[in-house]
């Protein structure tokens, strides 16, 4: 059997997440990784027999390719996704989409007119508990949820600027914000807050320390957010869930739901990454594209968590309608130094 050839763009956490999961696989071989710290791309490469190379141009060049993995951080999206659709390359990209909506929406458009095989990094979407949720919910629809990112700074620099990150809502919350738009569908208009506490531990910290936001659905539905990076620890991740006489509490390791008989927590079986790459590799193959979050489906999640930071710094309410057909960026792009050896994710 022939095996589905992989190219990487970025070989940091995330794209070692992956390289775990996919060195499963009998039927993939990663052969090629790029990464603008080139003593990172070696090591990432000595571990398959790859190719390693500095950027991702000569790798799409010279390696024969059947699909890539982009691996960048939010300031970083663009050209890599660019490169890969005049290639006419299949490509699995990690959230969030980029700081520039109007870029993403051009990728998307772009992605569409190619016909091209895309996946995007939400990965809860693959938890066994949400596909029981959305169980529970097919007949009970929710009313109400209340979703928490509660957690520490993350240690990279970039993280800390928002016109390098996007902020916690973008980089990180975003999750829960799919999550719940996996669940109840569309969101017609946001409002969020936002405040900025100095850390002296923090030097150069930009981003949001805390967030609220509200959220409303085309089902009727509606929704609040909270984010705070103020802590050591990670204190809470999840989205509460309230429907007529259920309700559920979900993270990415388990299930709570409440029915008035207790509050039994069921962990979730099997690794959600794992299957979300196996949908990917499978359409790559010509199998049945069961892809749960395709580059437009992440779109739409990344339009709700763009409109969460827009409504913050302006302070008015962002109607959906009105962002799409207007989708200006909302956060100075970091400087072209950028995309040294901090740009991999």
Known sequence: MSKTRLGFIGAGGIAHRHFGV???????QIV??????????REAAHRFGARAYPGHGPMLDEVDLDAVYICVPPFAHGEAERACIARNLPFFVEKPLSLDLKLAEEIADEVER???????????????TVDEARARL?????QLMTGFWLDQTPPPQWWWREDSSGGQIVEQATHVI????????DVTEVFGLASHRPRQDFEGLTVPTATTATLRFASGTIASLAATCLLRWNHRVGLHVFADTLAMEITDHDIMIDVGQGRPVRHAE?????????????????RENRIRCPYSEALETHRVALAVS????SGELVKMEV???????????AAAADSGPAASA
Request: charged share 25%; hydrophobic share 40%.
């Open 310 to 313: 827009k409504s913050a710094a």
């Open 32 to 41: 090629a990784i790029a990464d603008p710290d080139e003593g990172r791309a």
């Open 270 to 286: 099997g690794d959600p990454v794992w299957r979300e790459d196996r949908d990917f590799i499978e359409a790559v193959q010509g």
């Open 178 to 185: 799919d999550l719940a738009r996996f669940l109840s569908g």
């Open 138 to 142: 097919a007949d009970n629809p929710a």
């Open 323 to 333: 962002l799409r057909a207007n989708p200006q960026p909302f956060f100075r792009q």
């Open 22 to 28: 996919l060195e499963q696989m009998h039927d993939v």
């Open 114 to 128: 190619a016909g091209l095989i895309t996946a995007v990094g939400y990965h809860w979407r693959y938890l066994d």
